[in-house]
């Protein structure tokens, strides 16, 4: 397990230097770097995955500090994640202004038409309506991914308080239906907490809906 470890909180550091790239990556090669970040964030989750597998087997004396050491290194990457996906998110909107901008210098008006004023107005309170929508996303995706943090932070103490009671269980010698009972608690417990995060999906995306 111990190789593993260090190798995975290795590529963590590494990810975190390559999102200093981002920040001055230019237009053609920032798609790059995005790509190339994600791809070392899904290895990274994908080892995770592993050792929880490994601290479960490690002996009883060891496994508890084993199990804190691979949650201090997901809520790393899952910081990593949702820092990413904030800058694919501005960056969107930025290009988005961008060919907005360009679409409006590129049209053409004629000083003998008597409707020149009424297409200007119309871009202007569009673009100053699109803004007002693009801050109002921002807001609401800043709330949402504190929720969605909130909820990820939940589920890991769950599951530490849920592993807690099934070493206390194995050490006072509980019967197996007990600890089956334990267990289908917290089997639920993850679907409500999978509800939940689905239904504030949800309701960002019909409010984002209803914004633009």
Do not use: W
Not at 26 to 52: T, Y
């Amino acid at each position: 397990m111990e190789g593993l470890y260090h190798q995975t909180n290795k590529q963590v550091h590494e990810v975190q230097s390559y999102m200093g790239r981002l920040e001055t990556s230019d237009k053609e090669s920032v798609h790059l770097v995005e790509n190339e970040i994600q791809a070392r964030i899904d290895n990274i989750f994908s080892n995770l995955e592993r050792l929880e597998i490994l601290s479960s087997k490690e002996p009883p004396n060891k496994r508890q500090n084993a199990k804190l050491r691979v949650d201090q290194l997901k809520y790393d990457v899952q910081h990593l994640q949702t820092a990413l996906r904030n800058f694919q998110h501005r960056r969107y909107i930025r290009e988005q202004q961008e060919r907005q901008r360009e679409e409006l210098l590129a049209r053409t008006f004629t000083t003998n038409d008597s409707d020149t004023t009424i297409p200007i107005d119309e871009t202007l309170q569009f673009n100053e309506s699109l803004q007002n929508a693009h801050r109002g996303m921002d807001d609401l995706i800043g709330s949402g991914t504190n929720i969605l943090q909130g909820l990820r932070d939940q589920r890991v103490t769950l599951k530490g308080t849920h592993r807690k009671i099934l070493d206390v269980a194995n050490m006072l010698g509980l019967s197996n239906t007990v600890m089956r009972l334990i267990e289908k608690r917290a089997f639920q417990d993850k679907y409500f907490m999978i509800g939940g995060m689905i239904l504030t999906c949800v309701i960002m995306f019909l409010v984002v809906q209803y914004l633009t």
